[in-house]
């Protein structure tokens, strides 16, 4: 809540009210220091109002959809779905985001945090100007956590009607019959999942030769594998030609991996080409700041994600890789820059064991390193895989899937990768695996409850010790 007076000297300001300026700001407040966050829109960001929050509750409606379905195709359960009541689905989805920022605010405001409704341009290394309100000048440091917005495409504008971005699709008017997706990374496959299980016709188009590219390969395979086998159209290694917005929908010429051009033709194109930091406005040469090619702003110091002048830090999606532009990994970032701040000497994000989930149907969660970029970075590797249908649980789901495992030979373990269904609550273990350096003995020696999913995360581990139940190395 902000306060009558206004605010002209803090201990930290913090500009973007995001998932990583929201976890600085109630972070230094709670180690005793007054905190001025400054947003321009709604605290939560991109992840609770157009993102991560709402798109999951809408994924959740879609598997309940989907699970109508498999009742009744699978388990004699005689359920037919009659609609889709979409003002009401919309409503349930609205009210989880307010309650959630809600949540935010009521925290904040128990905290002490001082919010300020505007935007902040740098004045200096130590000061800002905030619209509407006035200059305000931080002791200990600014904290830059301004996120970031759809790419587009040239020619290509979003109306948020026939052509949406990630952040106006969820809102667009009632349910399209046939949607194209253009990029097949975690937002597009999720966005392409949601409408397939709604009943629209869709087709994926990714530039790269697979979908998920930044994942393990089988990873790919097996979320592809699922995907066409719900009846989306999948095409790799795929191109963007040109795209038309007609009355009724828009009309697109994509160019195939033989190099034909295909017409693909569709009621509404869903552009998820990645996301840009935003920096517009922010005053960055006034504060001795600059971005790299591609907008970032790149860290002097990454153990304390400090820039090259003294007390501004960053956190979130202004932050270049090895930084993942991911909600939860931008809590831990603004973890260690709030506790840098206050003095303390907190441990460095360990990047390496962030989990990356896809929400999709089929899921997918990883965490550490792929085969191929264990390979790629020297290691001698050994390589665990078992399928899902192979434990109890996974032939209950009927979804196939599989647990992959990357370890050094007897060695750490690298990486765990994840499909099937509800992985993205079976990741954790594999997070605490990775980030603790275990090795296959290590896991193998503990005992995961029967019939679960999780079985397969055991016996992947129990096979790579040399202790296999069901499978031999």
Same mark, same amino acid.
């Given at each position: 809540?902000?306060?009558?007076?206004?605010?002209?000297?803090?201990?930290?300001?913090?500009?973007?009210?995001?998932?990583?300026?929201?976890?600085?700001?109630?972070?230094?407040? &709670?180690?005793?220091?007054?905190?001025?966050?400054?947003?321009?829109?709604?605290?939560?960001?991109?992840?609770?109002?157009? @993102?991560?929050?709402?798109?999951?509750?809408?994924?959740?409606?879609?598997?309940?959809?989907?699970?109508?379905?498999?009742?009744?195709? #699978?388990?004699?359960?005689?359920?037919?779905?009659?609609?889709?009541?979409?003002?009401?689905?919309?409503? =349930?989805?609205?009210?989880?985001?307010? /309650?959630?920022?809600? @949540?935010?605010? !009521?925290?904040?405001?128990?905290?002490?945090?001082?919010?300020?409704?505007?935007?902040?341009?740098?004045?200096?290394?130590?000061?800002?100007?905030?619209?509407?309100?006035?200059?305000?000048?931080?002791?200990?440091?600014?904290?830059?956590?301004? @996120?970031?917005?759809?790419?587009?495409?040239?020619?290509?504008?979003?109306?948020?009607?026939?052509?949406? =971005?990630?952040?106006? %699709?969820?809102? %667009?008017?009632?349910?399209?019959?046939?949607?194209? *997706?253009?990029? @097949?990374?975690?937002?597009?496959?999720?966005?392409?999942?949601?409408?397939?299980?709604?009943?629209?016709?869709?087709?994926?188009? $990714?530039?790269? +030769? #697979?979908?998920?590219?930044?994942?393990?390969?089988?990873?790919?395979?097996?979320?592809?594998?699922?995907?066409?086998?719900?009846?989306?159209? *999948?095409?790799? !290694? %795929?191109?963007?030609?040109?795209?038309?917005?007609?009355?009724?929908?828009?009309?697109? %010429?994509?160019?195939?991996?033989?190099?034909?051009?295909?017409?693909?033709?569709?009621?509404?194109?869903?552009?998820?080409?990645? /996301?840009?930091?935003?920096?517009?406005?922010?005053?960055?040469?006034?504060?001795?700041?600059?971005? +790299?090619?591609?907008?970032?702003?790149?860290?002097?110091?990454? +153990?304390?994600? $400090?820039?090259?002048?003294?007390?501004?830090?960053?956190? !979130?999606?202004?932050?270049?890789?090895?930084?993942?532009?991911?909600?939860? &990994?931008?809590?831990? $970032?603004?973890?260690?820059?709030?506790?840098?701040?206050?003095?303390?000497?907190?441990?460095?994000?360990?990047?390496?064991?962030?989990?990356?989930?896809?929400?999709?149907?089929?899921?997918?969660?990883?965490?550490?390193?792929?085969?191929?970029?264990?390979?790629? &970075?020297?290691?001698?590797?050994?390589?665990?895989?078992?399928?899902?249908?192979?434990?109890?649980?996974?032939?209950?789901?009927?979804?196939?899937?599989?647990?992959?495992?990357?370890?050094?030979?007897?060695?750490?373990?690298?990486?765990?990768?994840?499909?099937?269904?509800?992985?993205?609550?079976?990741?954790?273990?594999?997070?605490?695996?990775?980030?603790?350096?275990? $090795?296959?003995?290590?896991?193998?020696?503990?005992?995961?409850?029967?019939?679960?999913?999780?079985?397969?995360?055991?016996?992947?581990?129990?096979?790579?010790?040399?202790?296999?139940?069901?499978? #031999?190395?």
């Amino acid at each position: 809540m902000t306060q009558t007076a206004k605010v002209t000297e803090t201990d930290v300001l913090v500009i973007g009210g995001g998932t990583g300026g929201y976890s600085t700001a109630l972070r230094a407040a &709670a180690l005793g220091l007054r905190v001025v966050l400054v947003e321009r829109d709604k605290v939560g960001g991109t992840c609770l109002h157009r @993102g991560c929050v709402p798109s999951k509750a809408m994924l959740h409606a879609a598997e309940l959809v989907d699970g109508i379905a498999e009742a009744r195709e #699978r388990w004699g359960v005689k359920a037919t779905l009659e609609s889709v009541d979409w003002p009401a689905l919309v409503a =349930t989805r609205d009210d989880i985001v307010d /309650r959630n920022h809600r @949540g935010v605010t !009521g925290h904040l405001a128990h905290a002490g945090v001082e919010v300020v409704r505007g935007s902040a341009e740098l004045t200096s290394p130590r000061g800002a100007r905030i619209a509407g309100y006035g200059e305000v000048t931080a002791r200990r440091g600014i904290v830059l956590a301004t @996120g970031s917005r759809p790419r587009t495409l040239p020619g290509l504008v979003a109306d948020g009607r026939r052509v949406v =971005t990630s952040d106006d %699709a969820l809102f %667009a008017a009632g349910l399209p019959e046939s949607v194209l *997706v253009l990029g @097949g990374g975690a937002i597009g496959v999720e966005y392409a999942s949601l409408h397939r299980s709604m009943g629209a016709r869709v087709t994926l188009v $990714e530039a790269a +030769d #697979r979908l998920v590219p930044l994942e393990d390969a089988d990873v790919s395979r097996h979320l592809t594998r699922g995907l066409k086998k719900r009846g989306i159209d *999948v095409r790799t !290694g %795929a191109r963007l030609l040109e795209a038309a917005v007609l009355d009724d929908g828009v009309r697109a %010429a994509v160019r195939t991996p033989r190099g034909e051009t295909r017409t693909v033709r569709a009621q509404r194109l869903l552009v998820a080409v990645g /996301r840009v930091p935003v920096t517009d406005g922010l005053g960055l040469a006034a504060a001795g700041l600059g971005t +790299d090619e591609r907008g970032h702003v790149v860290p002097a110091d990454w +153990d304390r994600l $400090e820039t090259s002048v003294p007390g501004i830090h960053v956190v !979130g999606d202004l932050l270049p890789p090895p930084s993942l532009g991911l909600a939860h &990994a931008s809590f831990a $970032e603004g973890l260690l820059v709030a506790e840098t701040l206050a003095g303390l000497r907190p441990a460095p994000v360990d990047y390496a064991a962030v989990p990356r989930v896809t929400y999709s149907a089929p899921q997918t969660a990883s965490v550490g390193l792929s085969e191929a970029g264990a390979r790629d &970075a020297g290691h001698d590797v050994v390589v665990g895989t078992m399928p899902l249908t192979a434990v109890a649980k996974g032939m209950v789901h009927g979804q196939g899937g599989m647990v992959k495992v990357v370890a050094e030979r007897n060695g750490r373990v690298l990486g765990v990768h994840l499909v099937g269904p509800h992985v993205s609550e079976m990741i954790a273990e594999s997070q605490l695996i990775v980030g603790w350096d275990a $090795e296959p003995s290590d896991v193998a020696r503990h005992v995961h409850p029967h019939p679960t999913l999780s079985e397969a995360v055991g016996e992947a581990f129990l096979t790579l010790a040399g202790r296999g139940l069901h499978q #031999r190395a």
